[in-house]
């Protein structure tokens, strides 16, 4: 009787799990489709693929510089995330290796920030920007995310569960505090600067509303930027957004893959 | 004295490797937000503005539109998080089971669509329901409805629809979070509980809920200022529409100041209300956290 019961259990389980994978995949799934349908036949809702793929590219290419395009957002997913990393890490260690009541104070009022939403410093930022006429560039869009509170956070928890005995072997050893930081806590930390190396490079890579208020010409638009103009339009053309958005989701899809076994020890070791 | 020494170059590291976090968190953050307080007590428009006192704060009572956009984030809010987190956590729990067959699988596939930006995955589940859209399509095929629903053209499904694709988004991250932290759970309790003839579902409600109760309040905590913050979403799928119905306060602060005639002290009083909803709504939660505990 019971064993009926765990069994029908199980089924469910199993019937449950199989309808969130397909439906999770399905718009992946509808991405691909798409790309090789015409903007008509996406609409009508067709779900097999078709014959349009090489003239959704060429229309693609022959709207947009995409190459231009292209390298705006790897450089500033590239530039931005390896800053922040930079930047973010150096405090997170220090916030935890150098304890002082000060620093604790000053950690705290960070903390305190994670809770301001983006929109309620948007708009004093950019008058702030148009001052200084960094409107339309790079420099604009990188400033405000370099020293991000939520890696700081997140680089001080990993921390803890550094020896402190190395940092006291390399001491004794003659090495300087910022080569123990280089050649010490960075090697050893890998799993963890991989899992902040995923969350930045999607979070900027995707980066949206700064992007879409900041940079306003269109050699320096991002892909993200492009996608949604694309789409916006009264009567998008939806075979070429389709092309556009595979491109926008390939990066992070790869970087996520290549990185995922340290993503989840970096993300469980930081738990603990 | 040498120990003095030591804890004085202690002290000069320690300022040196935050200095950079210091200057960059003063600039673009602290000084926003207090210039932001400063500017919400300023009426005007464009770069002409002179102090009005309250009278953003009376304006606020008195803009219909405002208040849709509040009714609208709170709808979201208090549908969206709940149904989410409830299944992130039955997907974890499921996962958790050693014995599950093709649990890298179903893993992956869950968790696949947070790779996503939001800007892509907000225009996929545009196209998807368009009118005559595939949705439709399937869902008649299916006999789940007689005729095709306007989804982007009716306001309650509108909503329906952001609703959907944020939970289709999120479900995922959060899956994770309770899966990590579930895999630190002792497994000898579990162990214990089933040799005392516990039942599954006791064994979840008693142990693994309170366990989880800290990723719980994260995770939630982390949705609200997440939800209250909309903005993508709603912008590439509805831009806000139809009539408002899927307007958000995000939204409307950046109509505010790029789409209209900018009212920058105006559209800085609305931010405040998102600064001040996320505030009480975060001490609430963790307000009701300790009350549990207790």
Known sequence: MSRVFAQARSGLVYAGLSLAAFVSIFPFFWMLVGTTNTAPDIIKGKITFGSALFDNITNLFAQVDMVQVFWNSTFLAIVGTVLTLAISSLAGYAFEMFPSKTRERVFAVLLL????PFAAIMVP???MMAKLTLINTFTAILLPSIASVFIIFYFRQATKAFPHELRDAAKIDGLKEWQIFLYIYLPVMRSTYAAAIIIVFMANWNNYLWPLIVLQTNENKTLTLVVSSLASSYYPDYGVVMVATVLAT???????????RRFVEGLTGSVK | MAKSRIGRAEQRNGWLFIAPTLVLLGLFMVYPIVWSLW???QTGRGMNHSFGGFTNIIRLTQDPVFLRALTNTGIFLVVQVPIMIVLALLFAAALNNP???????????????????????????????????????????LHLMDAPIS???DPFWARTVIILAITWRWTGY????????????????????????VPAWARFRYITLPMLKPVILFTTVISTIGTLQLFDEVNNITTGGPSDSTLTLSLYIYNLTFKFMPSLGYAAT?????????????????LVAKDRKA
Not at chain 2, 102 to 117: E, M
Not at chain 2, 174 to 195: C, G, P, T, V, W
């Open chain 1, 113 to 116: 920030t994670l809770s301001i």
């Open chain 2, 151 to 153: 989804w982007l053209g």
């Open chain 2, 99 to 141: 014995k599950l067959r093709f649990r890298g699988f179903f893993r992956t596939a869950i968790f696949l669509p947070c790779v996503t930006s939001l800007v892509a995955y907000s225009i996929l589940f545009k196209s998807m329901f368009a009118s005559d859209g595939v949705i439709n399509d399937l869902a008649i095929m």
């Open chain 2, 174 to 197: 959060n899956m994770i979070f309770y899966l990590a932290a579930m895999q630190n759970i002792d497994k000898s309790i579990y162990e214990a509980a089933r040799i005392d003839g």
């Open chain 1, 125 to 127: 930022l950019f008058v």
């Open chain 2, 270 to 286: 609305v931010s405040y209300v998102i600064v001040i909803l996320v505030a009480v709504l975060s001490f609430l939660q963790f």
């Open chain 1, 250 to 260: 390939l990066p992070t899809i790869i970087v996520f893959f290549l990185l995922q």
């Open chain 2, 39 to 41: 500017m919400s007590f």
